[in-house]
């Protein structure tokens, strides 16, 4: 039986230094000067700050472009509301969003099966799912079918085994 692992992960070492380029720009850019603005990373997010919503969405235009640079989903960020903060400024919060969760692997165990593909199981490992088939021309077409799908969430496909 051929069998691989769907899961859904973050390069901590790329975001990093995605965060510290656009920090690096920020502090360079003209339109950023005089206004407190900053990124911070944290354990599984990452904090926007700014004087105004406006210059809080040039902030996020910023770290989307770094992290697009860096070649890491878009997918993986989840921003929050945008909410007042000490001292006349704004925040918001970016949680980074690593590892399928049982709602989103219940979709995706959902979606494999609506496929219609005969022999093709799968089934939710922790925070990942795996995928057990007869025939790897298969497992081929689930993959392709995934990744054509939008889950919400970066998926990358691996430990194929024949």
Known sequence: MASFDISSEVDEQELR????????????RF???GTDSSIEL???DITLRSVSADRLTALR??????????????????????????????????TVVAGINQER??????????LGLKGIQSQTQGEQVRVIGKKRDDLQDVITACKEHDF????QFGNFRD
């Open 31 to 33: 339109d950023f000067k």
């Open 42 to 44: 944290g354990t599984n």
């Open 105 to 114: 692997a219940k979709d995706l165990n959902k979606f494999i099966k609506a």
């Open 61 to 94: 235009q910023v770290l989307e472009e770094k992290v697009v640079k860096r070649k890491l989903s878009l997918k993986a960020l989840d921003y929050g509301k945008v909410e007042d903060a000490a001292g006349g400024t704004v925040r918001q919060v970016v």
């Open 152 to 155: 919400g969430i970066p998926l």
């Open 17 to 28: 230094n995605a965060i510290d380029q656009a920090s690096r720009e920020i502090s360079t």
